[in-house]
């Protein structure tokens, strides 16, 4: 069972590295044309955008870990480390890192938490997160709180590893990932614990479709909680049950669908 840590015993009392931060305008869930692409978004509290190193840029150069610092802007933590060329970056935090760790990015080292190599020498059964899908394009899949993914065999090319998911896709040998699991993986046990709190972290109030006229959505109009029909988008296209997966290169890398 995970242990449950609190945050202000094991993230470090220092502000942001300043070198690392970017300031973004909000959208307000609205796309280049002004209009609203993106439902329920707006308001919420001033944040700055952490610049992550999700790659490998930095290759055969060891690193300490000198801060585990809280993201505005994602579930997990991030780790600050200072290369031994003087160079500090963010990083994903693995779970149970200590400030003072050292790590290193290269081809093959020691399975060590923290540690980044290619999938090709990472032995059976090790759980891995910020996995690459294509070589050198940098960690694209398995980020989020808590998450990890499961070496589960290798074969002609291809690393066989199972997902959160319980999906089981092939990736390419010469692929990057990180040893461990992401931090933070009691972020799905936190209550937000009033509607305030989620206005301020930039969501707007959602109504249900069956309180609404007919006019404005095909659930609406049906006197109290009467549907009738099949879940559908306030647009009309079906909701539940429906293949949204469009046609991907990386639809023959999948062994086993998720259930």
């Known amino acids: 069972m995970t242990k449950i840590q609190n945050p202000k015993e094991i993230l470090s009392r220092k502000e942001p590295e300043k070198r690392l931060l970017l300031a973004f305008g909000k959208k307000g869930g609205r796309g280049q044309n002004g209009r609203i692409t993106i439902r329920h978004r707006g308001g919420g509290v001033k944040r700055l955008y952490r610049i992550v190193d999700f790659g490998q840029e930095k290759l055969n150069v060891p690193g300490k870990v000198i801060a585990l610092e809280y993201d505005p802007n994602r579930t997990a933590y991030l780790d600050l480390i200072e290369y031994q060329d003087g160079e500090r970056r963010y990083i994903l935090a693995p779970y149970q890192i200590k400030v003072g760790a050292e790590i290193i990015c290269t081809e093959k080292t020691e399975i060590k938490i923290g540690n980044r190599m290619k999938l090709k020498n990472i032995p059976i059964g090790t759980q891995v997160f910020n996995i690459e899908l294509e070589p ?73 479709g069956i309180a609404m006229n007919p006019v404005d959505h095909p659930h609406g109009g049906g006197h109290g909680r009467a549907k009738g029909m099949q879940p559908k988008t306030p647009w009309g296209k079906p909701a539940r049950g429906v293949k949204t997966r469009k046609k991907k290169w990386t639809k023959k890398l999948i062994i086993k669908r998720r259930k």
């Open 136 to 208: 050198g394009k940098g960690g694209k899949i398995v980020r989020s709180a808590g998450a990890s993914a499961k070496v589960l065999a290798q074969e002609d090319g291809f690393c066989h590893l199972e997902m959160p998911s319980k999906e089981v896709r092939k990736i390419f040998w010469d692929c990057f990932a990180t040893i461990g699991q992401v931090s933070h993986p009691e972020w799905k046990f936190q209550d937000i614990g009033k509607a305030g709190s989620r206005r301020l972290k930039g969501w707007r109030p959602q109504v249900r």
